[in-house]
T-cell receptor, first 115, second 116 residues
Framework: GDSVTQMEGPVTLSEEAFLTINCTYTATGYPSLFWYVQYPGEGLQLLLKATKADDKGSNKGFEATYRKETTSFHLEKGSVQVSDSAVYFCALISVFSGGYNKLIFGAGTRLAVHP | NAGVTQTPKFQVLKTGQSMTLQCAQD?????MYWYRQDPGMGLRLIYY???????DKGEVPNGYNVSRLNKREFSLRLESAAPSQTSVYFCASSEASRPDRGSPLHFGNGTRLTVT
């Protein structure tokens, strides 16, 4: 079945370091890919998305490129801040010809950024 | 604009007790969802409602029931709580009637439930 695999956390970085959180997926159909972020004590918020191969989603300095050949959607940021400390979820929506859509989340990766 | 509001924020139950988690959205969204979040497992769909008057099972529906009271409200009921239902529960809503690439889910802040 369809699935999303994320790198295990926690990821611990110093402020201004480069961030990569790996995400790979398995899907039938034609998936769209998403990154959601969950700040402490809050629900998930959409961070960025990409709906077809080679699309790049970006928001708040974060970027991710939809790579169909490697079935990946890695999240990157050039210089993290303490305020980026959160849990990040990779997700996909599989769209099937019969009209049934399914939203699947990865397990989440916790990021801790220290001053 | 409050978005998605969940109550209560915290709850402790004894095994066998019942309770209802409340969720309301003020964005005139069509679909609503209940997820549970457990460590290392991401979010798993319990039930969803594509539109007012309809509900469907998700991945992990056993032990739960739902009611789509009107377009705004979607409640989750535990009839006889079990320790395996200890989790954080999230309600979400979306403008589309199903998960859609152009219509993201909006989440509430969650209910942390402990069953002893």
């Amino acid at each position: 079945g369809d699935s999303v695999t994320q790198m295990e956390g926690p990821v611990t970085l110093s402020e201004e370091a480069f961030l990569t959180i790996n995400c790979t997926y398995t899907a039938t159909g034609y998936p769209s890919l998403f990154w959601y972020v969950q700040y402490p004590g809050e629900g998930l918020q959409l961070l960025l998305k990409a709906t077809k191969a080679d699309d790049k989603g970006s928001n708040k300095g974060f970027e991710a490129t939809y790579r169909k050949e490697t079935t990946s959607f890695h999240l990157e940021k050039g210089s993290v801040q303490v305020s980026d400390s959160a849990v990040y979820f990779c997700a996909l929506i599989s769209v099937f010809s019969g009209g049934y859509n399914k939203l699947i989340f990865g397990a989440g990766t916790r990021l801790a950024v220290h001053p | 604009n409050a978005g998605v509001t969940q109550t209560p924020k915290f709850q402790v139950l004894k095994t066998g007790q019942s309770m209802t988690l409340q969720c309301a959205q003020d964005m005139n969204h069509n679909s609503m969802y209940w997820y549970r979040q457990d460590p290392g497992m991401g979010l798993r769909l319990i039930y969803y409602s594509a539109s007012e008057g309809t509900t469907d099972k998700g991945e992990v529906p056993n032990g739960y029931n739902v009611s789509r009271l009107n377009k705004r409200e979607f409640s989750l009921r535990l009839e006889s709580a079990a320790p395996s239902q200890t989790s954080v529960y999230f309600c979400a809503s979306s403008e589309a009637s199903r998960p859609d690439r152009g219509s993201p889910l909006h989440f509430g802040n969650g209910t942390r439930l402990t069953v002893t």
